[in-house]
């Protein structure tokens, strides 16, 4: 069925203007003033809201065996919490155990996703071991599938992490190809040493997992990465910067020609250290990694988005619940299953903390969590903008809303929110998926399995 958005406030990355939306057979076929209705279509009429681009959230994980547990959201859930929050399109980390295939990881992820997904989706492709036989396995990913991006981790070593001759292959390899290489960024030795001095000094809660993972230990990981990608050539992305050190160590490989784009999360603008401080475990509901940092780091996040040296804004969404898998680490901080839950909360939030209190203007909203994400993967012009021939993934956001946030009414399947009973100035009060209405006043009206595993573009400039 058609559907026409009457006086849409649009609101693009380098655009806004009042016009009508028509959308058919899953895209965005007409803007203008004053479009007729097709027999039979919805109309709906957006006066007083804006209406953005789908919002795209470059870095979570919906399937994640991880820490001897998997987190907790399946696809439906995952993508019914994405879309109730205005995110229409989703990237998940492809993160197989070092012993399973790159094949059999991209089949195992893909039939988590199938059949499930309520909004469209696309992989980073974990290269968790390299060599011949994987190096093999990739190429095919990459070509016959569309996946035009790699994930790796500096961290994690025995687990997902690889070593510096694998990153130099996966980084040739990528280069040669014209895929992004996104990073975890963290020296793993500096990690492990300090992980064995706290717990043999005695501190053992969640309060120690900043101190495991200190801001250095970061920018070395980030250094590291720069270094290679500058040897190699290879387009890089650093996920889930948490602090100026970091930053800094980015800045400095970019302005020497380095290609990397950088990636913060919500959680690092909204939360500090100090909440996973939180007496009686509590502050496990806060360990995710990096750590949540020393206030004084949000400042230069939000401005670094503002001024655009930051890309993009995902959630590394990992739900891990706090009842039951949270407390395996009860007597030892780093068991505790990483992650901070987040899907959902990100734009309402990005909104709140950023628009709101104008420390990011909307198109910069739209800009670093839809638009510069599709250019950045290979998903542009089909994602991240409002325009004919686009996907018609739209989000009219009501900014008059008022409410908060909790895990009584949240969607994403886990028990808690780490931004309980905070206050939202705004949500989306309708969402559409290719031209079907996925979301209603805060409600998953959409179709479950619609969503689709996106074929990217490559870097031409590769
Ligand atoms: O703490 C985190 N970030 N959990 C998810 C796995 C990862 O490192 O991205
Ligand atoms: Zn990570
Ligand atoms: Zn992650």
């Known amino acids: 069925m058609a559907l026409l958005i009457r006086n849409a406030d649009i609101v693009n990355a380098d655009s806004r203007y009042t016009a009508d939306i028509l959308c058919e057979d899953g895209v965005i076929s007409r803007i203008g003033p004053g479009i007729a209705a097709p027999a039979g279509a919805e109309v709906i009429d957006a006066s007083g809201k804006f209406v953005f681009p789908g919002f795209i959230d470059p870095h979570t994980h919906i399937y994640l065996p991880f820490m001897g547990t998997y987190s ?13 929050g205005g995110t229409t399109t989703i990237f998940e980390m492809v993160c197989p155990s070092r012993d399973m295939s ?9 039939a988590q996703a199938e059949g499930k997904a309520c909004c469209d989706y696309a992989f980073h492709m974990g290269v968790t071991r390299f060599d011949a036989e994987s190096a093999a396995q990739l190429r095919e990913i990459v070509t016959r599938e569309g996946v ?10 025995g687990a997902f992490g690889i070593d510096d001759a694998e990153l130099w292959g996966t980084l040739k390899l990528a280069r040669e190809l014209g895929v992004v290489v996104a990073a975890h960024c963290e020296n793993e030795t500096l ?5 064995r001095e706290l717990l043999a000094a005695g501190r053992t809660g969640p309060e120690a997992h900043h101190d495991s993972r200190p801001p250095r230990v970061e ?7 720069m270094s290679f990608a500058e040897q190699t050539g290879a387009r890089t992305y650093i996920v889930h910067l948490s602090c100026r050190d970091a930053l800094d160590e980015a800045l400095a490989a970019r302005a020497r020609g380095v290609r990397v784009s950088i990636e913060t999360l919500i959680q690092y603008l909204v939360l500090d250290k100090t909440y996973a401080e939180l007496p009686d475990f509590e502050g496990a509901k806060y360990v995710m990694s990096p750590p949540l940092r020393d206030r004084s780091n949000q400042e230069i996040l939000w401005s670094g988005l503002a001024s655009g040296l930051v890309d993009t804004l995902g959630t590394d969404h990992a739900p891990f619940d706090f009842q039951t898998q949270k407390p395996m680490g009860r007597d030892d901080f780093t068991k505790i299953p990483n992650g901070i839950p987040s899907i959902e909360d990100r734009i309402n939030l990005l909104y709140t903390h950023g628009v709101r209190r104008g420390r990011i203007t909307l198109q910069q909203m739209v800009a670093v969590a839809s638009t510069n994400a599709a250019k950045i993967f290979g998903l542009h012009p089909r994602k991240g903008v409002i325009q004919p021939g686009a996907d018609a993934d739209l989000v009219i956001y009501d900014p008059d809303y008022r409410g908060t946030l909790s895990a009584k009414t949240q969607t994403q399947n886990v028990d808690y929110n780490a931004f309980e009973g905070w206050a939202i100035e705004g949500r989306p009060s309708l969402v559409t998926v290719r031209g079907e209405v996925a979301v209603r006043d805060g409600r998953f009206v959409g179709t479950v399995g619609r969503g689709q595993l996106l074929r990217r573009s490559l870097d031409t400039d590769a």
């Not at 907790?72 to 993508?79: A, I, L, N, R, W």
């Not at 990690?191 to 992980?195: E, H, N, P, R, T």
């Not at 920018?219 to 990465?225: F, I, K, M, Y």
């Open 72 to 84: 907790k959201d399946d696809y439906e859930s995952g993508t019914k919490a994405a879309l109730v």
């Open 102 to 110: 790159p094949a059999d990881g991209f089949a195992t992820w893909r």
């Open 148 to 157: 035009t991006s790699f994930k790796i981790f500096l961290a994690y070593k």
């Open 191 to 195: 990690v492990a040493q300090l992980q």
């Open 219 to 225: 920018a070395e990981g980030v250094h590291h990465l």
